[in-house]
Each structure stands twice: as C-alpha cells, then as structure tokens.
Nanobody
C-alpha cells in the first residue's frame, strides 16, 4: 500500500486548505484512513480519520467543526478540508492507513501500518 499526500501550503489565518491522500497498491482489504500532524518540537497527533467499515468519522477536539474528512472510494482518495485555519494548525500533515477491524478505530500513530510522505501546512498570523 502506498499513500501520496498533497495539498499543503502557506496560508493566512482564517483561510481554508484541502489536503488529499491517494491510496494505491493492495486494494483487496478495507482500510481506515487517518490524518496526523506534527508541529515543530511536538509529538505527532491524531487529527481525524474515517473508518473503512461503515465510514464513521472521528476528529480531534481542536479541529472539530473546522476540519472535514471525506472519502472518494472511486479514486481511493481521502480529503481533509481545513477551514478557519489558525497558526496552531501549522504542522506537517501525514495520512496513514491500517486494515479495518470490526468495532474498532485507532487514534494512535503506532497503530497505523502505512504512511504518506507528509505535506507541510503553514498558517501565518
């Protein structure tokens, strides 16, 4: 499985940005897809994700209401639409995938097996 993240950039506070994560490779399994981010000097943290089974969506509290995750199954692509961006959202954003499990969704990076290369988002004040 390969993940290709794109869409990062430099924006001003209050702006919007959409990240994309295209998945390729083994497609016989169902995958949970999540976004993580890592700000300078901080640990990588869960941003949000969508389960492969049932399509349930989860968000970190700090982004809930501002970020939206969606999925285009035909394109094997997951999107992270970010609005009302804040300087605190500045980070390298990573998409990650893991094979779905019934009744479980994981929020920790150690639980994910496949990672994209990261795309940098910088929000200026």
């Amino acid at each position: 499985v390969q993940l290709q993240a794109s869409g990062g950039g430099l924006v001003q506070a209050g702006a919007s940005l959409t990240l994309s994560c295209a998945r390729s490779g083994r497609t016989s399994s169902t995958y949970d897809m999540s976004w993580f981010r890592q700000a300078p000097g901080k640990e990588r943290e869960f941003v949000g994700g969508i389960s492969g089974i049932g399509g349930r969506i989860y968000y970190q509290n700090a982004v809930n209401g501002r970020f939206t995750i969606s999925r285009n199954n035909a394109k094997d692509t997951v999107y992270l639409q970010m609005s009302r961006l804040k300087p605190d959202d500045t980070a390298v954003y990573y998409c990650a995938a893991r094979v779905s499990q019934w009744g479980a969704f994981y929020h920790f990076d150690n639980d994910y097996d496949y990672w994209g290369q990261g795309t940098e988002v910088t929000v200026s004040s």
